[in-house]
């Protein structure tokens, strides 16, 4: 990237030579198991990438949100499945400054040294963008919480420890009676049942059940009233990662192609001497190239304070987009080669399908994209 600083374009050669060294081999059989291996948790808190984070007072090893988007991009190029691992990272970071002292010093070293896994937890059975709409309720009662609700599709959630969850504390106050919770998954009065997915099966998805389960006080995330808030602000972060996440798979995938086409001869000529192989060639690497663009400066618009919602969620509906088109368009010129089974082509088109899905589907990014746009309030509130 153009504006990538010394210290960024030696963290990216770093990043990349950790992930060809240490997750490559193995890394498309990792793909089809329904949970992140435990090796590569354990590699990746090895490096230090897990106790990487842009709070300056709480990361270990704190970065800029651009460096933390070349990890996700670099590493995503190579193992996919750690995305999970990595972007559960930046939300526990992005809570610390509110959680409990107690809570936090507990949850930073556990997580950051692959001890325990965490997920978060916002949809539900009736409401995916609609965060108002949860039913999930958190009754307080002397110095606790009793919680009970179901959230679903969530990603990380049959392997995880740890729940963040929202919850309605004031069931009549809207978005502003949403409040967010830590809920250890190993309580009384938990259940969990698995999703059999198409694609990023190492997500291992999950319905969370919660029936009157019980956390302190102290497992609350900032005030009563203020998840909406606080989850939002993560949304913004998480939703260009998760877009860089897409964009590594077809990077992965075109240079992968573009050696092949150099070498595979088809009627006297090699492939990419055809005007319809290269020209598909050119223009997805335009529009993967143009997208990586509108994600660093997302991320640098962060890192400078400046607002950046709607960056992030133009990324978010783009970058999946071109990734899914770019995956499909070289798996059918790769042929046969692409789409058997043990292809890593096929398996990176059904991944970038399942970038569409979280953080936000594509119509609700382009909401939020014509809203700021057309400075409109109108519409439902996200």
Not at 40 to 61: N, Q
Not at 117 to 142: M, Q, R, V, W, Y
Not at 204 to 224: M, Q, T, W
Not at 237 to 259: H, I, K, N, Y
Request: net charge negative; glycine share 8%.
């Amino acid at each position: 990237m153009i504006f990538f600083s010394e210290d960024q374009k030696r963290f990216c050669a770093w990043v990349r030579e950790f992930a060809n060294k240490e997750l490559s081999e193995g890394a498309l059989e990792r793909q089809r198991l329904e949970y992140v291996s435990p090796d590569v948790i354990a590699k990746l808190a090895d490096s230090g990438l897990l106790e990487m984070g842009v709070s300056v007072e709480y990361a270990k090893h704190p970065i800029d949100c651009v460096s933390l988007g070349i990890a996700m991009e670099e590493i995503c190029k190579v193992d996919y499945t750690a995305m999970i691992v990595l972007l559960i990272q930046v939300v526990v970071y992005g809570l610390a400054g509110y959680m409990d002292p107690i809570l936090r010093d507990n949850l930073l070293t556990t997580a950051a040294a692959g001890k325990i896994n965490l997920c978060f937890a916002n949809t539900e059975p009736d409401c995916g963008s609609d965060a108002a709409a949860i039913k999930t309720e958190a009754i307080h009662k002397n110095s606790e919480y009793i919680i009970t609700g179901e959230k679903t599709s969530i990603s990380g959630g049959m392997q995880a420890d740890g729940v963040f969850l929202t919850a309605k504390t004031d069931p009549n106050a809207g978005v502003k009676g949403v409040s967010l919770f830590y809920v250890p998954l190993s309580l009384q009065g938990v259940g969990r049942s698995a999703f059999h997915d198409m694609g990023n099966l190492s997500a291992g998805r999950a319905s969370l059940f919660f029936d009157h389960v019980r956390v302190p006080d102290s497992f609350r995330i900032g005030n009563e009233g203020e998840g909406f808030t606080k989850v939002m602000r993560t949304f913004d972060m998480s939703r260009v990662l998760v877009s860089l996440s897409a964009l590594a798979l077809a990077e992965a995938s075109l240079t992968d192609v573009c050696s092949y086409v150099k070498s595979q001869v088809a009627f006297g000529h090699k492939l990419g001497d055809f005007q319809g192989v290269a020209f598909k060639l050119a223009e997805h690497a335009t529009m993967i190239e143009a997208t990586r663009m509108l994600c660093y400066k997302a991320l640098k618009l962060r890192d400078e304070g400046l607002p950046h919602g709607k960056e992030a969620a133009m990324t978010k509906w783009l970058a999946p987009k071109c990734a899914v088109e770019a995956t499909h368009d070289i798996l059918l010129i790769l042929g046969h080669r692409g789409y058997k089974e043990s292809s890593p082509y096929q398996q990176r088109w059904r991944d970038a399908i399942s970038c569409f899905l979280g953080d936000g589907s594509p119509e609700i990014m382009k909401i939020i994209v014509a809203r700021e746009l057309l400075d409109s309030n109108k519409g439902p509130i996200i």
